[in-house]
């Protein structure tokens, strides 16, 4: 039996989910020398895989026989375990709804096919850094009016409801509380929060997880309070 050396059990470990033997081999010999890469080639596979080898993030197609890779994503987030665990879709579905629709199912982010190999290394270092675990602020509480962020349990309270954030909502609604009153673009809070270079990512990704927020915080998601849109222009929170 080969004992691992220390770099490679310190890798990021990253589960590649394709049914295209050809895509997905690719895929990891592009991945392997940054990290720990496991392949599968369905999504009742990548469910067994991913419990067994709780991996740091999943990279995800969503055409697949069986369970497609919407389902498996379900499936993912309904899980205890897994469901904070990152999760890039790559697929050749590149239509607004079917990325609408991947970003709704939980994905963090969405990479269509035809892929760029650096890009999609990107996009993985972008994910990976904004998950990793934070250092804990000097003062964990932030507040604007009657929104508040506990830093330390990612939990956001209002007079009326209390929710856990995932990190990627967690890192949204907290770079949107330190600066009330200012307005971000999709492209602004692609670039500093997702840490995007400029000119990639989709702006769906930013309003889906916009939405998602405001189904959390919000009395009335449709009319909000806290997050609001300002036309032609983007986001802000109002500090009064």
């Not at 295209?20 to 990548?46: C, M, N």
């Not at 665990?85 to 035809?114: H, Q, W």
């Not at 998950?131 to 007079?159: E, F, G, M, W």
Request: with cysteine.
């Amino acid at each position: 039996m080969v004992t691992p050396s220390l770099k490679e059990v310190s890798l990021p470990r990253i589960l590649v989910v394709d049914d295209d033997p050809e895509v997905a081999r690719t895929i990891e010999a592009s991945l392997r020398k940054y990290y720990k890469v496991f392949v599968v080639y369905s999504g009742v596979e990548a469910i067994k895989e991913a419990r067994r080898h709780l991996p740091d993030l999943i990279v995800l197609d969503v055409l697949m026989p069986d369970m497609d890779g919407l389902e498996t994503c379900h499936q993912l987030r309904i899980d205890p375990a897994l469901e904070d665990v990152p999760i890039l879709f790559l697929t050749a579905l590149g239509r607004p709804e079917d990325r609408v629709a991947g970003l709704r199912a939980g994905a963090d982010d969405y990479l269509t096919k035809p892929f760029n190999l650096e890009e999609l290394h990107l996009r993985i270092r972008a994910i990976l850094r904004r998950v990793s675990p934070p250092v804990a602020p000097p003062s964990s509480i932030l507040q604007v009016r009657d929104l508040v962020l506990d830093r330390n349990s990612y939990q956001v309270k209002t007079d009326q409801k209390t929710a856990k954030l995932t990190p990627i909502e967690f890192d949204l609604l907290c770079h949107l509380m330190l600066y009330p009153n200012e307005v971000f673009t999709s492209e602004r809070l692609l670039q500093e929060v997702w840490d995007y270079p400029s000119e990639s990512g989709s702006p769906d990704l930013v309003r889906m997880h916009i939405k998602n927020l405001r189904e959390k915080i919000e009395a009335d998601p449709r009319n909000p309070e806290f997050i609001l849109t300002i036309p032609r222009r983007g986001y802000t929170i109002a500090s009064e």
